[in-house]
């Protein structure tokens, strides 16, 4: 009776292993046939000793302007939509200027009147001085003639300078293009009251492009006014060179990071203002340059106070590594250690991704 006790248990321990061992095998089997992720992987983008990552800026047209007004009024016209081309000189905006075509009115009297006082004063003068050449007049006479004159010239002059005032308030009523380019943008509409310093419209000229952006301090010994420069296009995955136009020599209210322009060189590339750009510098011949392994921000993984990124293993697997960064260069972030030149990374997951899953490239 009693093996007959134990040769059942012996059955069931048996029973239980194999029903474990088949639970087992079929979570593996999932596992293994689960789908995989499509993923957009990049290499490790490798730089060298002889160029130094700048950072990133936008494009803006060298020629720029927004316009605004030193009066107050009312819009009158505004004959010029975004978009349209513009020669110089061509009207932007007029602001009513009631009031100044009425002063103006009484410049122009003022002027009249001064003139026709000169005129009578000069002829006095010319008389009275020939008159006292000839012993006709006293020195007292040929004094008040003098002064008559001088007083006479110096109002007409001042109603002059009162002339050029006006026609200077003119040019902020009626307010002109000033050079040939584009409007870009109109911050106002016929019938808005206008008032002093506000923008009104803003005009460029698409003839050339530069990139503000700047450079850190570590950098800024292999940097000089000349400097030749690569520009990436984001938007255009394209990459323009240019040199550096302008460089502060100060960094006290930027934060250790030295502000710099630099001009593009002429390109066919359909360049327009606003698109982001990474500068990259050709570091001098002393090697001031350093190797710089950068990668873009989204593709970054933050867990607690470690940050990673996901690198394309054998067999199409994706493995988590842990980084040491640096600087931060726009969208994009220096590598100090975790990534080596022929590395992969995905960049971008369609699903969601953990250490050891199966990737498919796109």
């Given at each position: 009776m009693k093996n007959t006790t134990i040769y059942k248990s012996f059955?069931?321990?048996?029973?239980?292993?194999?029903?474990?061992?088949?639970?087992?095998?079929?979570?593996?089997?999932?596992?293994?046939?689960?789908?995989?992720?499509?993923?957009?992987?990049?290499?490790?983008?490798?730089?060298?000793?002889?160029?130094?990552?700048?950072?990133?800026?936008?494009?803006?047209?060298?020629?720029?302007?927004?316009?605004?007004?030193?009066?107050?009024?009312?819009?009158?016209?505004?004959?010029?939509?975004?978009?349209?081309?513009?020669?110089?000189?061509?009207?932007?905006?007029?602001?009513?200027?009631?009031?100044?075509r009425a002063k103006k009115a009484q410049v122009e009297a003022s002027i009249t009147e001064a003139q026709v006082a000169f005129n009578n004063a000069k002829k006095d003068y010319e008389?009275?001085?020939?008159?006292?050449?000839?012993?006709?007049?006293?020195?007292?006479?040929?004094?008040?003639?003098?002064?008559?004159?001088?007083?006479?010239?110096?109002?007409?002059?001042?109603?002059?300078?009162?002339?050029?005032?006006?026609?200077?308030?003119?040019?902020?009523?009626?307010?002109?293009?000033?050079?040939?380019?584009?409007?870009?943008?109109?911050?106002?509409?016929?019938?808005?009251?206008?008032?002093?310093?506000?923008?009104?419209?803003?005009?460029?000229?698409?003839?050339?492009?530069?990139?503000?952006?700047?450079?850190?301090?570590?950098?800024?010994?292999?940097?000089?006014?000349?400097?030749?420069?690569?520009?990436?296009?984001?938007?255009?995955?394209?990459?323009?060179?240019?040199?550096?136009?302008?460089?502060?020599?100060s960094a006290q209210h930027t934060g250790g990071q030295y502000l710099m322009k630099v001009l593009l060189d002429k390109t066919e590339a359909n360049i327009l203002s606003g698109m982001y750009a990474t500068v990259r510098l050709e570091a001098d011949d002393q090697g001031n340059g350093k190797t710089v392994v950068t990668i873009p921000s989204k593709a970054l993984v933050h867990k607690g106070q470690l940050t990673g990124v996901y690198t394309l293993g054998q067999d199409n697997v994706a493995l988590l590594r842990w980084l040491r960064l640096g600087e931060n260069y726009g969208e994009e972030v220096e590598v100090l250690s975790g990534l080596s030149k022929g590395d992969q990374y995905i960049v971008s997951a369609e699903g969601k991704l953990y250490n050891g899953a199966k990737v498919t490239i796109q």
């Amino acid at each position: 009776m009693k093996n007959t006790t134990i040769y059942k248990s012996f059955i069931i321990t048996i029973s239980l292993g194999l029903v474990l061992m088949g639970c087992g095998s079929d979570e593996k089997q999932t596992a293994d046939n689960r789908e995989a992720v499509p993923v957009t992987v990049a290499d490790v983008d490798m730089g060298d000793s002889s160029t130094i990552l700048a950072g990133s800026g936008q494009i803006k047209a060298v020629n720029s302007a927004t316009l605004s007004t030193r009066m107050m009024g009312y819009v009158e016209s505004l004959p010029v939509k975004i978009g349209q081309k513009v020669n110089k000189g061509d009207l932007l905006i007029s602001i009513n200027n009631v009031d100044l075509r009425a002063k103006k009115a009484q410049v122009e009297a003022s002027i009249t009147e001064a003139q026709v006082a000169f005129n009578n004063a000069k002829k006095d003068y010319e008389r009275f001085q020939n008159l006292f050449n000839e012993n006709s007049a006293s020195q007292k006479e040929l004094d008040d003639m003098t002064a008559r004159y001088e007083m006479a010239k110096a109002r007409l002059e001042a109603a002059n300078q009162m002339k050029n005032e006006v026609n200077s308030q003119f040019a902020y009523a009626n307010i002109r293009s000033p050079f040939s380019g584009v409007v870009t943008n109109t911050y106002i509409d016929e019938g808005d009251m206008a008032n002093p310093g506000v923008p009104l419209v803003s005009v460029e000229s698409p003839s050339g492009f530069e990139v503000v952006a700047k450079v850190a301090e570590n950098n800024i010994s292999g940097v000089a006014v000349g400097t030749k420069a690569h520009i990436m296009v984001k938007a255009l995955d394209t990459t323009i060179t240019g040199k550096v136009s302008e460089l502060s020599v100060s960094a006290q209210h930027t934060g250790g990071q030295y502000l710099m322009k630099v001009l593009l060189d002429k390109t066919e590339a359909n360049i327009l203002s606003g698109m982001y750009a990474t500068v990259r510098l050709e570091a001098d011949d002393q090697g001031n340059g350093k190797t710089v392994v950068t990668i873009p921000s989204k593709a970054l993984v933050h867990k607690g106070q470690l940050t990673g990124v996901y690198t394309l293993g054998q067999d199409n697997v994706a493995l988590l590594r842990w980084l040491r960064l640096g600087e931060n260069y726009g969208e994009e972030v220096e590598v100090l250690s975790g990534l080596s030149k022929g590395d992969q990374y995905i960049v971008s997951a369609e699903g969601k991704l953990y250490n050891g899953a199966k990737v498919t490239i796109q």
